[in-house]
């Protein structure tokens, strides 16, 4: 079949494919304007489609990479907002230092204050932690480091944790690897704050103060001793000494202070504490009384050393040995009871020591203590014994035996008295006849006879202040008559009882004769008075009741022979009496066996490996060509971090809070070194991201530039192709119009 069976015009056919051609170009005109690109396929123009796509396709990954980088940025945000906030806590971390800095008495409510400050201060650091480990975005943290933790091996802590006396071993604030080598020394001999016992005699009133013994292996304590007394002016006094927590009261009355006075004695304190502490000093009321105080109340501090140190080496770092001793005065590396800490520059190793039982882990030889007790100073210096064969530690005791006959009222002690020294193994006494060196052989220890060599003092044990002789009980009387009125032959001794215990008394009778009445009075030099009054006769019996004084209530009965000499007379008769040894003071000294001691060895070491899981990797652009790697910094306080370590020791010491100033300097100098590197590394990433930006609107304006359609010029070519078409069909309405001309010929 033809193409077309109608036969057209030449003109028609011509109008035909006009308007053909024109509805073709108006459709194209029409895309371009609704699409407003003149390139919309690959047919339009194959070089600019496929130059724009390529320019699309890579604005599209960049506008791809944009969020991801937004969401970095947001990343290093939250790290900067985490280290500011660490910041804070270090200011107030340094805040609470200072305060214990204005604080570094040595009283009970400094070493309190600064101790709950050292507790504000770990919770401090552990926020810190605890911030840092929260600051996580997108599963990234930026401020917790890649991990790397060094800490003691669990074989070293628990080595150390066996030896007596430690507990809670382990290493803090490790910055490498290192090893610490604990070894513990001293045989535990207490002694005292010269200063604090001068103070307390000035403050207190009392004398003579001695602090002495071995610190005990069960029951040992650090604590230092308070000693408070109560009682005003006329007042009994009470004596109260505290170790830690046990307390230990003694009252001392008006009554028992004048027939002190009177008689020339001393009050004495002395108690052992269970811990191995031994306190011993005079009681003067009138110094006491002496002292100005509030309401008759009155409290010391006596600071306690034990020689007793627990020592701690390291070898790869800088240090040396750090000791940590009793001996110590508080606030310049005192061991305490507790957590103890020892500073390297390579870690802290820190013990949990018990004062209780430390000193079972001690090296030390065998040693002898000083002799205490309330005759203590009756002996020069200390007992001696070998000291080969000691394998246990015992208390030798040393007492006086006194025999009233050898005592000496004129020099006031007594001419000969018998020492025995009691030990494990058994005793042994020996005669003292003065003073002097005398060696006495007892048993120490059950095994070898041991040689005591103890030196007294100038009158030693037989001192009537010591009032040493236990064995005194009976009662000795003489008589001395002056100015010839009696012979002593005719003065016998009859009853004498009721004289006070512990006291050598030196009676005095003045007499006056006379044939019809005869007077006799008696004074006892303590106080005492008595009067007999009665006529001067063969066989008379002289009866004497001592009023007033610490004699009071003592009879003495004399008869008087038949020879008595003229009347008229005046004479003296002088009578001794010697009461009972009631308080004998005893003195001891302990024996300690050497042992050879503990020692361990602390060792830190990697426990857990490195990871870059925490690093972020910024992409930059779409072939990852540029981009940036920003690293995850430790922010925690361990020594991998910032290393501020916890508080040490309680802050007991200066030395401890200097540590703690010089750590928060050097954390806030590598707070703001890692700040400062977030910060570099976030305004690098913004720039690029403010570039990406405008590159991403260049790509897409280049793109634009090589397909779209100039819109004014589609409108124009619209505006032209509809006036074509309008043209093109009113000529071919007029070609149809001249073939209509032809039928009207019919």
Known sequence: MATNDIPLTTGIRGNLLLLQSTQSLLDRTQQRLSTGNKINSALDGPVAYFAAKGLNNRADDLSSLKDSIGQSVSTIQTANTAATTIGNYLDQAQALINQAQQNLGSDPNSISLRKSLATQFNTLLDQINKLAQGANYNGKNLVIGNGLRLDATSTSKSSTNAIPGVTGATVSNVMTTDDYVIAIKGDGKITANATDVANAEQDRGISNVSVTGFQSKVQGTFSSLQVKITGGIGQDKTITVTEGTVAFTQTFTQAQWKAANATGQVLNFDHQFVSGTHINFDVDFEQIEAVPDTAGVGTSTIEKFADLGVGVTNFNGIGGTVTRSGANLSGQQKLADGQNSWNFDTGTPRLTIDEKTILQS?????????????????????????????????????????????????????????????????????????????????????????????????????????????????????????????????????????????????????????????????????????????????????????????????????????????????????????????????????????????????????????????????????????????????????????????????????????????????????????????????????????????????????????????????????????????????????????????????
Do not use: C
């Open 362 to 746: 001690s090296q030390y030889n065998a040693v002898i203590g000083a002799a205490y007790g309330g005759a203590a100073d009756a002996i020069a210096g200390a007992p001696t014994i070998p000291l080969s064969g000691i394998s246990n530690d015992f208390t030798y005791t040393v007492t006086a035996h006194a025999d009233p006959a050898n005592f000496d009222f004129v020099a006031g002690k007594f001419t000969a008295y018998s020492v025995t020294v009691t030990g494990p193994g058994g005793s042994s006494t020996i005669v003292v006849n003065a003073d002097g060196l005398y060696s006495i052989n007892s048993i120490a220890d059950g095994t070898p006879a041991q040689s005591v060599t103890i030196d007294f003092r100038t009158g030693g044990l037989a001192r009537t202040t010591i009032a040493s002789a236990s064995d005194a009980s009976q009662v000795q009387s003489t008589a001395i008559v002056l100015g010839g009125v009696l012979d002593v032959s005719n003065i016998s001794v009859g009853t004498v009882s009721g004289f006070a215990n512990n006291v050598a008394t030196r009676m005095t009778i003045n007499m006056k004769t006379d044939v019809s009445a005869s007077t006799f009075v008696l004074d006892d030099g303590f106080g005492g008075k008595a009067t007999f009054t009665g006529t001067l006769a063969s066989s008379q019996t002289l009866n004497f009741t001592i009023s007033g004084g610490v004699n009071s209530g003592a009879t003495l009965v004399l008869s008087l022979g038949s020879s008595v000499l003229a009347s008229n007379a005046n004479g003296q008769i002088i009578m001794n009496a010697i009461g009972a040894y009631t308080a004998p003071r005893q003195v001891q000294f302990d024996v300690r066996a050497g042992q050879t001691g503990f020692t361990s060895t602390l060792t830190t070491a990697q426990v857990t490996n490195a990871t870059d899981a925490n690093n972020m990797t910024v992409q930059l652009d779409e072939t990852n060509v540029a981009h940036i790697q920003v690293i995850s910094k430790n922010l925690q306080t361990d020594g991998q971090g910032l290393a501020v370590d916890q508080a040490q020791n309680g802050w007991l010491d200066r030395a401890d809070l200097e540590n703690a100033s010089k750590m928060i300097a050097a954390a806030k100098t590598e707070l703001q070194a890692q700040s400062s590197g977030l910060n570099n590394n976030l305004d690098i990433i913004q720039e690029r991201q403010k570039f990406t930006d405008s590159f991403v609107n260049i790509l897409a304006e280049g793109a634009n530039k090589l397909v779209q359609a100039d819109q004014n010029e589609e409108s124009a070519n619209m505006l032209q192709l509809q006036t074509r078409q309008q043209l093109g069909t009113i000529t071919l309405s007029l070609a149809n119009q001249a073939q209509q001309a032809i039928l009207k010929l019919f």
